[in-house]
């Protein structure tokens, strides 16, 4: 057998020692038998080492070994040895044989590893495969440390080496979490300790490795092990980002800062050279992650004045840059450190700009502080607190100014309190009215129907879903085998890309669309969204995940496709772009209708829509008479109700008249009970029976108990309001857990919820009171956007919104920090009158709390702001009693000092 | 760049006695005379060295940040800034790795004490000690620049220099191309002034791109909002000008210029200097890929004005278009589209301040921007292929495979029945079809 096959063998069996042992006694005729082999099977070893990835973990592994042992011995170079060692394939960390790996590659000499190292340093590694480049130091360390050679200079080393360290970390973090776990009884299984392979060289030059358990090791002792671990670190520091991963879930044994001060007391860290390197490194613009590991290695290198007191300006240029975590480092050395007025005005401007409050009354602290002036000299004082006067803390200006004119500086005249805006005549102020836009209406062409699917696609208007049928009917009264040909030749065959009422009417276009298709989604659809709670085992998930207005729009669509060449127009067509159909727009669509009559969900589609209507105006339909299409089981409800007498059930003209006497679409009524907010049943003016289509959960309400969970991906606002424009608290309460401070998806569709025309309840306000407390700042400004449409539409409660914004500060889901800052807008955006209810209740009831919730100071002088503007005779006052009580006090908390000055903010003569 | 386009030393920042003398190394550079290898730009002292080291660095963080990312963490190694001399100012120029931020550092003559400003365009090294060095400049400090060092720091005997290639990017081309003709719409949108500009830029987040929202003005001043509104600025990516932190303790005023496109300008005035970063629509959108440019750059009218005026410009710091069309013969309307066309070749420049044009001609062929844009490929080959074709009363325009789009007239602006059209409605430039069909207007016209 040759030394190939001999090879082939053993590595396919993954016996890497065995692969070890004939490369290490090749004699030159083996060698070249062993590379011809190399040459004809390096593919098969590559692609077998990552086929057996997720089969079994040791098999990897040894595999991936043969695998490098063959390329770090065969390669006709160590560049292709680098590139052909399979660095970047997953689960080749090589533990069991990496000791053999390293101590081949340690065989091929010094100049050859340094080409190896070089090489591999200088691959690329991007995305997920940046954690892989952990390898290139894992086996480059030993090799590193054992040559004496210098550090690789491509940027993969340090990058590497950094997220050597990281995965071991995260692997003790781990590890220690899974045995806590365990201990706390929440994890029915103890997991196998994980372990990993430490490899060096001894002192007489062999390679030496020992397998240790994760949860034991600590960075220190990792560190110790690297015979570079300064000029590693000093890579790694100058790498942008590389000791990001640092400041994640650092756990104990892992914190660089104890372990760099660690390594310094036993010098094998240079202090000077880590501060010199972290300093250099702070000026770049790194993450804020690796900004705090920066912060961490100057702690671990214990800076003081000296290190700094020559470089200034360094260091106020990274005041302004840098994060909390290395600000908070520099700060009181820089203050040491300023020498002249002009650099501590040039302090006081990037401190006082900054939105760190600690460092703010550090500063006013030093700068008031007995004894100041002799400190930093008075001119400096002065220079540095002529800024604070102005702050919008109030504690700070306050005692700032205090101090100014104790030194006889002039400060300016006295604002009633700082940052007090005055009257700025907010409270009148005029909200810009929300115009109304008509109905785009395409022509029903080629052309018109290529927009009408392009717009359908954004899936960003309500009224598009309606559009695009509106053109299918239109041309389909026209040219229905037309149509049926050009949508066949012009839509793409079903894709994700494209909503579902196109992807429908390819599928009526090509046949796959038919009444007993229809029929059986219907039966699904009817109870699936019948309004009850349906068990998991029975649900169909291409239905039941559908939210039920979108339900009913795939029958309306379903319908109306069927039903395509039978009338010329429909009933539901909106005309305007809220999704809103006037009484006008009926009339005539009813005035057209023909013999065949309309579709039974179009109809009702039609009265969801529907604008409200006068009961006088109801004559002008009169001489009109519309038969409803109905499925067989729906004309046989109808033929029931004809022969009792009415013809309501077959009529379409006097359904109407019997909907607008019965007072239109009922307003919905919502309340809260204790498993939250309930949404009353919507009881039609017309017998359900005449609707058998229409499942029944659309008109249910809402009960949190029945409800299913919602999907936001299935959400358009074509599929929800678009369907129920009158209704939007239906939508709005369907969605609310989606509204709540945990939810991750953005309320995208709080925009549609307010561009609506019906009666904006309960439901709508909390939405709107939640998102304007929610922890993303664009999901609040939204809220601040759809709240002042709803204010300038004069839909928005004032009474509603306070009852939702007290209950949510009572179940401790209103964050008062970000709430103040969401609400300042709106009140900027001309809604203080309608706002201020709301926020003066709040205020009143947040100070009135044994232990005051976090962010009050911020609502307090959010407030006080604006409480110039509040007109005398307004209700409530301008100075709600709790805040008044809680100015009243001694305390000295922030808050306190903040209802003090919101007391002197309200307008001259103006009784709390 | 163009080929072979070098640094023959790297840019320093040395101490000379009590004085610094920070000597920025160029490459192949664009002059009156023509192409120039290193050329000396500049060689004088700085009014005040604090303000220009931190500016300088704020145009180097541009370069050397990816603001659209899962961090800041993948960058470019380094890219150079653009240098423009313009006898009475220096440009300096750079664009994000992910291009949707371009930053210009103009430093005018009152920064300036002393020293004679050339004409003419080149790249600057800026390396990482070069970075720490300027970070550590103070109020103190005098300092001489030197822009082009006549090769003389080459020739000390203890060092040896590493000749390092010039990268430039197509994306900064495309970029140099697409921001002028974006500045050039934008109006001016609100200001502020003094210590409220360096709390305005703490306000907004660290890690980037950060949220987007627009800046409107409203009852009780300006306010954020996620709709534009009448006088509204779009702030794309609230963390994409953080590189103005730099500045913000030096910083007098911010004026904030604003777009129909969404695209937005952030001009912060510094003694003797001004900043000026700006932003693409969407923090996820380079400014390559705007396509503001390519109706200019459609039309062969413009170009053969272009090329007429390109003559007279001589890296003037403000062009004026009467001026050139009394200089060249030609009606204002021919300037006006020339000029136009210049900026979308990437060979001028747009000053919010001033509101002019300035020359600035890149030592490489632009000629690309136009032939590489996607868009405008495609159009030229929907023509060539008789794709487009008279449609009623506008025209139907064939694709590939087989579906057709429409563009019609309706209103002052084409209309498109495409995907594109429907998502973008114009705002990033006509789609390939809208300009297909001008591209056959013209033809025929």
């Known amino acids: ?148 050679l210098p550090l690789p200079t491509g940027s993969v080393y340090a990058q590497g080496w950094a997220q050597h360290h990281r995965r071991l970390m995260t692997m003790s973090w781990w590890q220690r979490e899974l045995d806590r776990r365990y201990a706390e009884g929440t994890a029915k299984r103890r997991q196998p300790p994980t ?85 250099e490194a702070l000026t770049r613009q790194d993450t804020p992650g690796t900004q705090k590991a920066l912060a961490a290695l100057l702690l671990g290198a214990d800076l003081d004045v000296e290190d700094v007191r020559d470089r200034v300006p360094l260091l106020q240029g990274l005041m302004a840059t840098t994060q909390g975590a290395v600000t908070a480092v520099l700060f009181p050395l820089v203050l040491e450190c300023v020498a ?245 727009g009926l009339r005539a669509a009813l005035a057209a209708q023909g013999a065949a009559g309309c579709g039974e969900l179009d109809l009702f589609q039609a009265l969801l829509r529907l604008e409200p209507v006068d009961p006088g105006w109801l004559r002008e339909l009169d001489g009109l008479s519309v038969p409803i299409r109905g499925t067989r089981a729906g004309g046989a409800l109808r033929s029931l109700l004809r022969r009792r007498g009415g013809s309501a059930g077959t009529n379409a003209v006097d359904v109407v008249r019997q909907w607008v006497e019965g007072g239109g679409l009922p307003r919905l009524e919502a309340e809260y009970r204790e498993d939250g907010l309930h949404l009353r049943p919507g009881v039609p003016p017309v017998p359900g029976a005449v609707f058998p289509a229409v499942p029944r959960g659309l008109t249910a309400g809402h009960d949190p108990a029945r409800e299913r969970d919602t999907y936001p991906w299935n959400i358009t606002p074509a599929n929800s309001v678009g369907v129920v424009p009158q209704w939007p608290d239906v939508v709005a309460a369907k969605t609310l857990p989606l509204f709540d401070q945990a939810s991750k998806e953005p309320p995208r569709w709080l925009p549609w919820l307010v561009s609506t025309a019906g009666h904006a309840g309960l439901p709508l306000h909390h939405a709107l009171a939640a998102t304007l407390s929610h922890e993303d700042e664009s999901s609040r ?55 201020w209810p709301a926020l003066a209740s709040v205020a009143d009831r947040a100070c009135g709390l044994d232990r005051k919730p976090a962010g009050l100071a911020d609502l307090l002088a959010m407030a006080r702001r604006y409480a110039a503007s509040v007109p005398a005779g307004a209700t409530p006052g301008s100075v709600p009693g709790g805040v008044a009580r809680l100015a009243g006090t001694k305390g000295g908390s922030k808050a306190a000092v903040e209802a003090r000055a919101w007391v002197r903010a309200r307008p001259v003569g103006v009784a709390t | 760049m163009s080929a072979g386009a070098a640094y023959l030393a ?15 190394e160029t490459a192949l550079g664009a002059t009156p005379v023509g192409l120039v290898e290193r050329p000396q730009f500049f060689s004088g002292m700085l009014a005040r060295p604090e303000v220009a080291a931190a500016a300088l660095l704020a145009v180097a963080d541009v370069a050397g940040s990816r603001y659209f990312d899962a961090g800041l963490t993948r960058r470019l190694a380094s890219l150079d800034p653009v240098v423009t001399a313009s006898g009475d100012r220096l440009r300096f120029e750079s664009f994000s790795a992910c291009n949707g931020v371009h930053a210009r550092l103009d430093l005018l003559g009152e920064g300036i004490d002393s020293g004679e400003i050339a004409h003419g365009t080149t790249n600057v090294d800026i390396n990482q000690p070069l970075r720490t060095a300027l970070a550590s400049v103070g109020r103190t400090a005098l300092m001489h620049l030197d822009v082009g060092t006549d090769g003389l720091s080459v020739a000390t005997p203890d060092e040896v220099h590493e000749e390092r290639r010039v990268e430039m990017p197509d994306r900064w081309v495309r970029g140099f191309a697409e921001t002028p003709v974006l500045a050039a719409r934008m109006t001016p949108r609100a200001e502020l002034a003094g210590p409220a500009v360096a709390r305005f830029l703490a306000g907004l987040p660290r890690a980037a791109p950060g949220p987007s929202y627009h800046l409107v003005p409203g009852p009780g001043g300006l306010r954020q909002s996620m709709r534009p509104g009448p006088g509204s600025v779009h702030l794309a990516g609230a963390a994409r000008l953080s590189a103005a932190r730099r500045v913000a303790r030096f910083a007098t005023r911010l004026t904030v210029f604003g777009g129909e496109d969404g695209a937005s300008g952030w001009v912060f005035g510094l003694p003797g200097a001004r900043l000026t970063l700006l932003l693409s629509p969407e923090p996820y959108r380079g400014f390559s890929g705007e396509g503001s440019l390519l ?136 789609c390939k079809h809208v300009l297909a069909v001008s591209l056959r207007e013209e033809n025929l016209g």
Request: glycine share 10%; charged share 25%; net charge negative.
């Open chain 1, 195 to 279: 372990s990993t392979t430490l490899v060096w060289f001894d002192d007489v030059g062999r390679v030496q490795s020992r397998k240790v358990l994760v949860a034991d090791l600590t960075l220190v002792e990792v560190l110790r092990l690297d015979p570079l671990v300064a000029e590693s670190l000093s890579a790694a520091t100058a790498a942008p980002g590389a000791l990001g991963s640092f400041s994640a879930n650092p756990a104990d044994g892992w914190r660089l800062e104890e372990a760099v001060r660690t390594l310094v007391s036993e010098g094998r860290l240079d202090r000077t050279r880590v501060i010199d390197d972290t300093l």
């Open chain 1, 1 to 148: 057998m040759s030394v190939g096959d001999e090879l082939g063998r053993a590595a396919r069996r993954g016996d890497f020692q065995a692969v070890d042992d004939l490369l290490g006694g090749l004699d030159p005729a083996g060698l070249k038998d062993a590379r011809a082999w190399y040459r004809a099977a390096r593919v098969e070893l590559a692609r077998r080492a990552d086929a057996s990835w997720g089969r079994d973990e040791s098999e990897t592994r040894s595999l991936h070994a043969c695998r490098q042992l063959a390329a770090v011995a065969l390669a006709p170079g160590p560049q292709k040895a680098a590139a052909w060692f399979g660095l970047k394939s997953y689960a080749a960390w090589g533990e069991s044989g990496r000791a053999v790996v390293v101590a081949r590659m340690a065989a091929r000499g010094r100049d050859w590893c340094a080409a190896f190292l070089e090489a591999a340093s200088r691959q690329r590694f991007t995305g997920d495969s940046e954690s892989e480049s952990a390898r290139l130091a894992l086996f480059g360390a030993p090799l590193l440390g054992h040559f004496r």
């Open chain 2, 10 to 24: 790297a840019s320093s920042l040395r101490a000379d006695g009590t004085d610094t003398l920070l000597a920025l």
């Open chain 1, 340 to 584: 002249h007025e002009s650099d501590m005005a040039e302090l006081a401007v990037t401190v006082f700009a900054r939105k760190e409050k600690r460092l703010k009354s550090e500063l006013v602290r030093a700068l008031s502080a007995k004894g100041s002036g002799a400190r930093f000299g008075r001119d400096s004082v002065v220079a540095g607190l002529l800024p604070a006067v102005d702050l919008d803390d109030e504690s700070l200006a306050a005692r700032a100014r205090r101090t100014l004119e104790s030194l006889g500086a002039d400060v300016g005249a006295p604002a009633v309190a700082a940052g007090a805006a005055g009257d700025r005549g907010l409270w009148q102020a005029h909200l810009a009215p929300v115009g109304v836009e008509p109905f785009e209406l395409i022509e029903p062409t080629p052309a018109g129907l290529a927009a009408a699917v392009s717009a359908a696609a954004v899936r960003s208007r309500v009224a598009d879903d309606a559009r695009f049928l509106d053109v299918l009917v239109r041309w389909a009264w026209e040219d229905r085998d037309g149509l049926r040909r050009h949508l066949v030749r012009a839509v793409e065959p079903h894709a994700w890309s494209q909503p579902l009422v196109v992807n429908l009417a390819r599928e009526w276009a090509t046949g796959a669309l038919t009444s007993s298709s229809h029929a059986r989604e219907r039966a699904k659809i009817g109870f699936l969204h019948s309004g009850e709670r349906i068990p998991r085992a029975m649900e169909d998930w291409s239905y039941s995940s559908l939210p039920t207005t979108a339900a009913f729009a795939r029958l309306h669509v379903g319908e109306t496709l069927l039903g395509l060449g039978t009338v010329p127009c429909l009933l539901s067509t909106p005309t305007d772009e809220r999704g809103v159909l006037a009484f006008d």
């Open chain 2, 295 to 430: 109706e200019a750059l459609g039309s062969e009218r413009a170009e053969s004005s272009a090329s007429r005026l390109l003559e007279f410009l001589a890296w003037e710091p403000v062009i004026d278009h009467a001026a050139l069309a009394e200089l060249t013969g030609m009606a204002r309307p021919g300037v006006d589209q020339g000029v136009a066309f210049l900026a979308a070749s990437g060979k001028v420049g747009f000053d919010l301040t001033e509101g002019t044009w300035f020359h600035r001609e890149l030592p490489l062929d632009t000629g690309r921007v136009e032939r590489d844009n996607p868009r405008l490929r495609a159009a030229r080959a929907l023509v060539r292929d008789g794709a487009v074709t008279p449609d009623g009363n506008g025209w139907a325009v064939a694709a590939v495979d087989g579906h057709r789009q429409w563009v019609t007239h309706e209103g002052a602006e084409p209309q498109c029945t495409c995907l594109w059209w429907a998502k973008y409605r114009g705002s990033r430039g006509p």
């Open chain 1, 781 to 835: 400004l939204q809220a601040v956007d759809a709240s002042l449409v709803l204010m300038a539409q004069g839909r928005f409660g004032p009474a509603l919104f306070e009852q939702v914004c007290l209950r949510l500060l009572d179940g401790g889901s209103l964050r008062l920090a970000r709430t103040a800052s969401a609400w300042e807008q709106v009140i900027l955006g001309g809604g203080l009158s309608l706002l």
